[in-house]
């Protein structure tokens, strides 16, 4: 028990310091748990031999996480994946299998070992780059996407592949029967009483695989809200992350006896329940153990590095990892090209997906049990995708510097030429934006509409509202789309840099007009206010006043006392902000700067003896 304990400090230990340095330095959180798996593995050796077995508890990270992907995605998004999951992920998986096999086939190795090398290699790292994608909001990108359908299929295609990887050993032909079923060796019996499919002909363990995989869709349509809410009645927190992680080692102990991928089943169960009302509450339950498990995974593949391995042939093995990456990043590239990505998408779809993935891991570890690779092979091949998984988070830092470069993804498409122009422009039109130009259209005053995202103004155009792609921070499109005629400008951009540039420009060029400007918190409010908006708008405040105001006519307030001082508080509140803005130092925390807290102090007692005096007038009236 102690030196469990000890083992876990020191795993803990390394990634909570290991992490916030890479993050400090830019490396990204995956670089940190790499490096810290490295340094108490090789470098100092604070862990050894139970790094291989704590890596298999490790990988259940990864079926968390495809389940909480699963989660985010309606099965109808998965079903419009179906062309990219069958045509982009399935030509990446057969190409690079195909060359990798084919040139180690070139170079002397057998034609079984070449095509075990070839499906080891096909694999990318579905930990690393959806980790790392998440952490870079790229998911939502065209490059997200298409790496999250090649990954997905890859994690498919995992299964046909441990299925042949007993026909290419040099001992298992023999463990076929006549009619078809595998029969496993004596000595391995122990190991598989658990499955479901053992000894059963082809047809009899298909059967049964489907079987599975409608019993978990069943469950997830039928048995999750009645079993959700038998847990409700307990009323404890606790149940519900128990119950959580129940739903996931459950499904993943059903896909392992019938012999297909936990990460697979996993993600159909988050597909089904996608809709469900409990769906935030499951993911916020398995988050934290998602990430943590991640963490040790990637710490793990560190620690398990084979250093003296390394060290008597580092050449051939450095060699080898970056010929590997080579080679896919040209199929990749090739792929990206046919599919259409475009511009930096296409880069980040190269690279992100370049190395080989922790499944290799799996299919080498099979493959030496099988016989279809020698250990020296073997061993030489885990290197191989150790190094190329740990060269990865190198690889996204090239292609932020290459996406700097490159400038807007959009750049490539042609933005529309601005054929109208009105003394009102838009610049952004989420969700926010949306309503603005709604009530100012029906209003009777005509507006320019800007936005640098295609998808919504395509958008628009379908609902006929006549909307311009372009990006509003470029002096061009902005003054193409009448700036210098405007009377007002509305900005709601998404990105708060880009709102206070534009603020910033719109302000030296055109003192006279009046900006309208959307802030995400008080923060971003100051900012906008330095930059020279005339009216500055919180995200959430209106909304937040209005919910006020229901919770006081509810408490028994008459609706006019509950509108008089929402109003007096909303009076108060931007007097204080316009005064608080003056204090603010963007150098300095908020909690650090003495006068901006001394001010605020102030300030909330004037609006509390404020809204008391409101409250107090109409009962005086009444009297």
């Not at 595998?182 to 002909?201: F, K």
């Not at 534009?502 to 995400?520: G, K, M, S």
């Not at 908020?590 to 003896?609: G, P, Q, T």
Request: charged share 20%; aromatic share 8%; net charge negative.
């Amino acid at each position: 028990m102690e030196n469990f304990l000890a083992q876990a400090a020191i795993y803990l230990a390394a990634g909570v310091v290991a992490v916030p340095i890479a993050a400090r330095l830019g490396l990204g959180s995956v670089l940190g748990y790499l490096l810290a798996g490295i340094a108490i593995g090789p470098l100092l050796g604070l862990v050894g031999a139970e790094t291989h077995d704590l890596q298999h508890f490790a990988e259940f990270g990864v079926v968390m996480m495809l389940f909480l992907i699963g989660l985010e995605l309606d099965p109808r998004a998965v079903w419009d994946m179906r062309h990219r999951l069958l045509g982009l992920g399935g030509a990446q998986v057969m190409l690079t299998w195909a060359v990798i096999a084919g040139l180690a086939y070139l170079f002397g190795q057998t034609l079984w070992v070449a095509i075990t090398l070839g499906m080891v290699f096909a694999l990318s790292s579905t930990a690393i780059v959806l980790q790392t994608l998440s952490e870079k909001n790229l998911m939502a990108t065209p490059g997200g996407r298409a790496s999250f359908s090649v990954l997905l299929t890859q994690d498919i295609a995992v299964i046909p592949m441990l299925a042949l990887l007993p026909l290419l050993g040099t001992t298992t032909l023999a463990n076929i029967a006549p009619d078809g079923s595998i029969q496993r060796a004596v000595e391995d019996e122990a190991h598989h009483t658990m499955s479901l499919v053992e000894g059963l002909p082809g047809w009899g363990a298909s059967l049964v695989t489907i079987a599975a995989i409608g019993l978990v869709v069943f469950l997830g349509v039928f048995a999750m809200r009645p079993a959700f809410r038998f847990v409700h009645m307990a009323r404890l927190r606790e149940l519900y992350t128990a119950f959580a992680l129940l739903i996931v080692v459950g499904i993943a102990v059903l896909m392992n006896m019938v012999g297909l991928s936990p990460a697979l089943g996993t993600f159909l169960a988050g597909v089904v329940l996608a809709n469900s009302e409990f769906r935030h509450e499951m993911q916020s339950n398995l988050e934290p153990f998602k990430g943590l498990l991640l963490g040790l995974f990637f710490i793990t593949v560190g620690a398990g590095i084979d250093f003296g391995t390394f060290l008597r042939q580092p050449v051939t093995i450095l060699g080898l990892t970056v010929a590997l990456m080579a080679i896919k990043g040209v199929i990749l590239l090739a792929l990206a090209m046919a599919s259409g990505l475009k511009h930096r998408d296409r880069y980040l779809f190269t690279l992100g997906l370049a190395q080989a993935g922790e499944f290799g891991f799996v299919l080498i570890a099979f493959a030496l049990q099988q016989n279809a690779l020698s250990p020296g092979m073997g061993q030489l091949a885990l290197l191989v995708v150790a190094f190329s998984m740990l060269f990865t988070p190198l690889f996204f830092i090239a292609w932020e510097q290459i996406a700097k470069r490159l400038g807007d993804p959009e750049d490539s498409i042609e933005h529309d030429e601005i054929d109208e122009t009105s003394p009102v422009i838009i610049a952004g039109v989420g969700r926010f934006g949306q309503v603005v130009q709604r009530l100012v259209r029906m209003s009777g005053f005509p507006a320019t509409v800007l936005d640098s995202d295609l998808k919504t103004i395509r958008l628009l155009r379908s609902f006929g509202v006549k909307g311009f792609f372009g990006d509003p921070t470029r002096p061009e499109i902005l003054h193409g789309a009448g700036f210098d005629t405007a009377r007002v400008l509305v900005v709601a951009l998404d990105n708060r840099d880009a709102a206070v540039q534009l603020v910033t420009y719109a302000r030296r060029e055109r003192p006279d007009i009046q900006i309208i400007a959307r802030a995400y918190d008080r923060i971003h409010a100051f900012r906008l206010h330095k930059a020279g908006a005339d009216k500055v708008v919180r995200e959430m405040f209106d909304s937040s006043l209005r919910a006020g105001r229901y919770v006081l006519e509810t408490m028994g307030l008459a609706d006019f006392e509950a509108s008089e001082l929402e109003h007096q508080f909303f009076r108060q509140d931007r007097e204080a902000l316009r005064e608080l803005a003056e204090l603010w130092d963007p150098d300095i925390p908020i909690e650090e700067n003495a006068a901006y807290v001394a001010r605020s102090k102030e300030l909330d007692k004037d609006l509390e003896l404020a809204l008391a005096k409101a409250d107090d007038e109409p009962a005086d009236k009444a009297g």
